[in-house]
């Protein structure tokens, strides 16, 4: 029978070589996970920077994540050139240039340089042009620096200093643009009219009306009223007007009543003929204004007979409705048909003018 051997404890320095044995054996088998040899090498090459080192870098992270939000939000100023701008993006709501006033500011920035930067926004990949930026405002500006360009051929003068805007919502860019302008030079009611049509076709607002209402939205209720003539105007004639600028307000009012009335054909037919100036292009469309005037205003309407003119007004018979600004208003029925009454200290003049053309334009043919 074997005899059994005797188990002994094994010293530290036994285990000390098993274990040496065992880790070179692992080793060269390849039973180290690539994974955990990749984060051993990253941690070591952490751990042999310094403090500083590592506090730089985050410092350095944290600036870029700064500059790249403040680009986002429309604060860095950046140098452009002028060829990647496209200037009509947005259709401008000044129409004309006064050469006096260029000349003056292409003057200063000659002397002075450019003191306000102009605004542009990133066009889309697929908008279908070369350029890469459309302009929000700064118009003027853009179109001073090249006919500096153009007149010296300075180097200076081929990029122009701007801000990239976010174009989150369109109708904040027509609003800001119509505020420049309004700000530096009184805009015409046809040029209101104009942009306030140009940004609803362009899908900033839903029709013209919320354009306008927008747009323009601290002006008079009979300032809109104004707005809207105009912007019938540019609807139907803007493509044969030659001088729409030249309209003043008493001739836009009438033209567009003209309007209303039908009369396009007729005024389209009249402006086919070239005008030589503001006041031969108002000669040619005047005629058929003055035709719509001249018409007999026709009451009868058909339907079914009219009940004696005696028949009292029923305002009794009416629930009237009281608004938050103090106005009420009844409704009534007589002879001639329905009536509305208004009623209270918040009445003017302007409002019932607005008021008047706004229910105009709920009766128009659609």
Same mark, same amino acid.
């Given at each position: ?8 404890? %094994?010293?530290?320095? =036994? ?25 051993? =090498? ?55 240039? =006064? ?14 340089? +450019?003191? +306000? ?26 179109m001073a620096f090249r006919m500096l ?36 030079? #009184? ?83 009249? +402006? ?14 005047? %005629? ?10 026709? #009451? ?33 029925? =007589?002879?001639?048909?329905?009536? +509305? ?9 302007d409002l019932m003018e607005s008021l ?11």
């Amino acid at each position: 029978m074997a005899k059994r051997r005797k188990l002994e404890t %094994p010293s530290a320095d =036994d285990l000390n070589r098993i274990e040496e044995e065992f880790r070179r054996e692992t080793t060269s088998r390849g039973m180290v996970a690539p994974i955990t040899q990749v984060a051993a =090498d990253s941690a070591a090459h952490l751990e042999t920077g310094s403090v500083e080192d590592r506090a730089e870098q985050a410092r350095h992270k944290q600036d870029s994540e700064r500059l790249k939000q403040a680009q986002t939000d429309g604060l860095l100023m950046t140098e452009i050139p002028l060829d990647v701008i496209n200037a009509d993006a947005m259709i401008r709501d000044r129409s004309l240039l =006064d050469e006096g006033e260029m000349q003056e500011l292409c003057t200063s920035i000659a002397a002075q340089g +450019l003191r +306000l930067p102009i605004e542009v926004f990133e066009l889309p990949e697929n908008a279908g042009s070369e350029t890469q930026f459309g302009l929000v405002s700064g118009y003027r500006r853009l179109m001073a620096f090249r006919m500096l360009l153009d007149l010296s051929g300075q180097s200076k003068y081929q990029t122009i200093r701007a801000i990239i805007r976010p174009r989150k919502e369109a109708d904040e860019s027509f609003a800001a643009m119509v505020e420049e302008n309004e700000i530096r030079a #009184n805009l015409s009611h046809f040029e209101r009219g104009r942009i306030a049509v140009i940004a609803a076709q362009q899908g900033a607002f839903v029709n013209t009306e919320a354009a306008i209402n927008t747009l323009f939205a601290s002006a008079s209720k009979a300032k809109r009223s104004k707005v809207r003539s105009f912007a019938m105007i540019f609807e139907e004639l803007g493509d044969l007007l030659s001088y729409p600028e030249a309209l003043t307000e008493k001739r836009g009012l009438r033209l567009a009543a003209a309007l209303r009335i039908g009369a396009e054909s007729e005024l389209r037919e009249a +402006l086919a003929r070239e005008a030589e100036d503001p006041e031969n292009e108002w000669a040619l469309v005047e %005629p058929a204004v003055l035709k719509t005037e001249l018409q007999p205003k026709v #009451n009868s309407r058909g339907g079914r007979p009219s009940r004696p003119k005696s028949s009292p007004v029923k305002w009794q018979k009416s629930s009237p409705l009281r608004t938050s600004s103090g106005i009420t208003i009844r409704r009534g029925e =007589d002879a001639d048909g329905h009536v +509305l009454r208004l009623e209270g200290q918040g009445l003017s003049a302007d409002l019932m003018e607005s008021l008047m053309a706004e229910i105009q334009a709920l009766l128009e043919k659609p």
